[in-house]
């Protein structure tokens, strides 16, 4: 039975959460459907341009991200010390982006004239839009609806186009939010649409990848933070450089179909990350599988449990093994 979102969210042990979202009906995210030969690419760019869309108005950055055939795969960061600096206009101005709000608050941006009572309304309802700028559910909703109806006009049907819940895992540490990151990173080279992480399109590594080239970062992405970037209080504290090693040199393992050996630099980055080499070439291929919920180390599992209100901790042992293993 599903676990309520209560139950799978809590900011008070981790910002980061990996999501997948599925199709159903058989229904193409893109691809070519070999039944009919009809192709469809385009949505790849539908979603994409809706998910960087929403991380501009919503509390929650974009880490990871690959459009596969029938499913979706985000790694996202809540930014809750941003939503404590918002004004009840900056609230307002982000939630009018994406929805029409109510009579009150749009008198309220249009400097319309409002009594005592109706401002207190406008603060009200604004605190309730600044809770939900900072909600996955609210995220993923406003992400998967606009797709939905847009892709069953192009069908011309009606009906679900996702599954009616979307997965979610807490990514407790750093070893799970960077294991998760790289498997969400090399679903194209695992499932055989891209030979290599810089060909695969619309995903967040090929973003990061050529971005890099030319000394920067994706300013869709959140950044890496690591020795370079010490100034940047939000981020992914963590070598860009030593990541994309990671990804680029787990990929081309995974590509040749065959559990090839880490050089020595790659295994001195898996050992800052407590992961032993088997492990990692395991998580970077079998995430959903090890893990069915949280993720993190035994300790950080046990803690998670109890403040989520579980009466036991699932996947201890799979954290032990992987994630406690160097």
Known sequence: MPKPRSQQISLLDTPFYHICSR????????????????????????????????????????????????????????????????????????????????????????????????LAMVESTADIYKQRLMDISWFMRALNEPIARQANREDQCTGHFWEGRFKSQALLDEGALLSCMAYVDLNPVRSGIAPTPEQSDFTSIQLRIKASIKGEQPPTLLPFTGSEHQDKTTGIRFSLQDYLTLVDETGRILRDDKQGTINDETANILARLHISDESWLKLTTDFECIFTGAVGTAEHL???????????????ANAQACLNSA
């Open 23 to 118: 199709t159903v009906r058989k229904a193409f995210l893109c691809g070519v459907d070999k039944e009919t030969g009809v192709s469809f690419e385009h949505r790849r760019t539908w979603i994409e341009k809706r998910i960087f869309k929403l991380s501009h108005v919503f509390a929650i950055d974009i880490c990871a991200h690959a459009v596969m055939h029938n499913h979706l795969h985000l790694v996202l960061h809540v930014d809750v010390e941003q939503v404590k600096k918002w004004t009840t206009d900056e609230v307002l101005e982000r939630w009018h982006k994406l929805f029409k709000g109510t009579l009150l608050t749009q008198k309220y941006t249009k400097k319309q004239a409002l009594d005592k009572f109706q």
């Open 302 to 316: 046990t803690e998670f449990t109890e403040h989520v209100g579980l009466r036991r901790a699932h996947g201890l």
